[in-house]
């Protein structure tokens, strides 16, 4: 069983950053993704870094913008966020999953989830 909580999140002007964490309890040996959230959208993938922090994969759409990381020794991943968009306003949750690949863009591939952080970008 894993518990994820996410903080950070917050408002922000266009051009200004976050950075989001994930903290993990119980097992921790698995892949962590960050996805988001805008109202009446799907949930949209943006980022996941493997269980030794190694190899990253980064969305299209924010790569260059956005970072992942992760300290094992914290149980904690982080999302850094740069020149942010009013289009990057949504609810970012992370997710852990066993699987590693061209599939951790899929949100049915996580078995955890955390509650979401709200980020709100204003132009």
């Known amino acids: 069983q894993v518990q994820l909580v996410e903080s950070g999140g917050g408002l922000v002007q266009a051009g200004g950053s976050l950075r989001l964490s994930c903290a993990a309890s119980?097992?921790?040996?698995?892949?962590m993704g960050w996805f988001r959230q805008a109202p009446g959208q799907e949930r949209e993938f943006v980022a996941a870094?493997?269980?030794?922090?190694?190899?990253?994969y980064v969305a299209d759409s924010v790569k260059g913008r956005i970072t992942i990381s992760r300290n094992n020794a914290k149980n904690t991943v982080y999302l850094q966020m740069n020149s942010l968009k009013p289009e990057d306003t949504a609810v970012y949750y992370c997710?852990?999953?066993?699987?590693?690949?061209?599939?951790?863009?899929?949100?049915?591939?996580?078995?955890?989830w955390g509650q979401g952080t709200q980020v709100t970008v204003s132009s």
């Open positions: 997710g852990a999953t066993h699987s590693w690949g061209t599939v951790v863009d899929r949100g049915h591939e996580y078995d955890y």
């Open positions: 119980g097992r921790t040996f698995y892949t």
């Open positions: 870094i493997s269980w030794s922090g190694g190899s990253t």
